[in-house]
């Protein structure tokens, strides 16, 4: 088995990406897809902390606008993350992965509360820890949660598997002639307002000098090349 280039990862997927071509709620054959690879990094050794996005449920700053007040559309947002990742722990379990929740918000019925020490002592111990409920503040983005828990638990990688296969100069969705990037630098994704992450999100990883590799998750074995070290997508760098 081919030796992994990084040995503790921070996964993150939208909401958006569970739901399949459905757009809206759970699509368990693509959940179930992404949990067979999620199990396979483990079997290489590798550490596999994941936040999961709210959108395929609620997205507080769409959904919200006008007529829900700013902060408590954020809540819901997290709670709709919460669920995800009840989900997306429930598949992984049934193919026999060892799973712990940890919301920033305490649903200690449903999931640990978020403790670096207890979550970092979960990855040593080969189990994959979902963060749920972002950082537990409105006005931050699943995007900036997932930054934040990466530096916290000293990730070498933010994974960001998107509906995209990476980052390109304008929406290829609306420019057929867009240009996809191989490697750009964070100054670069700032000053051209490229929609990667929000603002905040690549500021911080910036900061704490963490690369992002943006990819596809519509083929989920993206995350194991990536994780080999193959050349997927587009890598977000100093």
């Known amino acids: 088995m081919q030796e992994p280039k990084y040995k503790r990862v921070l996964l993150k997927i939208s909401g958006e990406a569970l739901a399949g071509e459905k757009h809206f709620g759970l699509d368990f054959n693509v959940m179930g897809r992404v949990a067979d690879v999620i199990k396979e990094c483990v079997a290489m050794g590798v550490q596999v902390g994941i936040v999961i996005g709210g959108g395929n449920f609620w997205r507080g700053v769409k959904n919200g606008e006008g007529y829900i007040e700013r902060t408590r559309a954020d809540h819901m947002g997290m709670l709709a993350t919460a669920m995800n990742c009840m989900a997306m722990a429930d598949v992984l379990e049934q193919k026999g992965v060892d799973v712990r929740i940890q919301t920033a918000l305490e649903i200690r019925e449903v999931a640990e509360p978020y403790i670096r020490a207890r979550a970092i002592r979960h990855l040593e111990k080969g189990r994959v820890v979902i963060f749920g409920c972002g950082i537990g503040s409105p006005f931050f983005s699943t995007d900036t949660a997932a930054v934040l828990r990466a530096a916290e638990i000293n990730a070498d990688v933010i994974l960001l598997a998107k509906n ?38 690549t500021s911080l990883s910036m900061d704490n000098h963490i690369p992002v590799l943006v ?24």
């Open 164 to 201: 995209i296969d990476g980052v390109y100069d304008s929406d290829p969705a609306k420019n057929e002639n867009a240009v996809k990037f191989d490697s750009i630098t964070y100054d670069d994704v700032l000053a051209k307002h490229l929609a990667v992450m929000d603002s905040t999100a």
């Open 215 to 238: 990819f596809a998750l519509k083929d989920p074995y993206n995350i194991v090349r990536v994780i080999r070290g193959e050349q997927i997508g587009t890598i977000v760098k100093e």
